[in-house]
């Protein structure tokens, strides 16, 4: 089965400054897709941005963009000017071309300081 | 568009008993997860149906179990309740192929004491 690893468990970032987040996944197949969602405290899952792997060109909406490395396995999410409504729980998902099934990451907890 | 809604929101039950919580998906999507989340195990997928159809199972015991109805509204049941079923159950619905989004509704809250 496909794994899905987030290695912060918490990341924290001042107001309108740049954050990072990790996500790796292993699989053996070649094509699928990335998604990345926020919790935020009232527990509704958003969709945040969406990556198909045969896409060389990073998916970018507004101030979220990805940086996408298929040959690593990495699917990273940066998030330009943080704003205090970005503070949330954040999901990387990934899901088979083929298969039905999300495969999501254990989360990473963003604070983000005024 | 109306979301997908969950019902009920909360729920508290006593250990050896069963429940049943209910997911509406978007209007026309065809597609039902269900998912438990908790804070040590994260998502964890509990099963999809399609079209009334199981489609994928997770690995959870047969006593948690799932139907969709005709209008694609989906039910969750789970039997003998251990206290380790607590937890948030979130339902996401998709239009299925080709599109792969998921959509989540608020979850239902189980605590069982």
């Known amino acids: 089965a496909q794994t899905v690893t987030q290695s912060q468990p918490e990341m924290s970032v001042q107001e309108a400054e740049t954050v990072t987040l990790s996500c790796t996944y292993d699989?053996?197949?070649?094509?699928?897709?990335l998604f990345w969602y926020k919790q935020p405290p009232s527990r509704q899952m958003i969709l945040v941005i969406r990556?198909?792997?045969?896409?060389?060109q990073n998916a970018t909406e507004n101030r979220f963009s990805v940086n996408f490395q298929k040959a690593a396995k990495s699917f990273s999410l940066k998030i330009s000017d943080s704003q205090l409504g970005d503070a949330a729980m954040y999901f990387c998902a990934y899901r088979s071309n083929t298969g039905n099934q999300f495969y999501f990451g254990t989360g990473t907890s963003l604070t983000v300081i005024p | 568009k109306a979301g997908v809604t969950q019902t009920p929101r909360y729920l508290i039950k006593t250990r050896g008993q069963q429940v049943t919580l209910s997911c509406s998906p978007i209007s026309g999507h065809r597609s039902v997860s269900w998912y438990q989340q908790t804070p040590g195990q994260g998502l964890q997928f509990l099963f999809e149906y399609f079209s009334e159809t199981q489609r994928n199972k997770g690995n959870f015991p047969g006593r948690f179990s799932g139907r969709q109805f005709s209008n694609s509204r989906s039910e969750m049941n789970v039997s003998t309740l251990e206290l380790g079923d607590s937890a948030l159950y979130l339902c996401a619905s998709s239009l299925a192929f080709p599109n792969y989004e998921q959509y989540f509704g608020p979850g239902t809250r189980l605590t069982v004491t």
């Open positions: 990556q198909e792997a045969y896409k060389q």
């Open positions: 699989t053996s197949e070649s094509d699928y897709y």
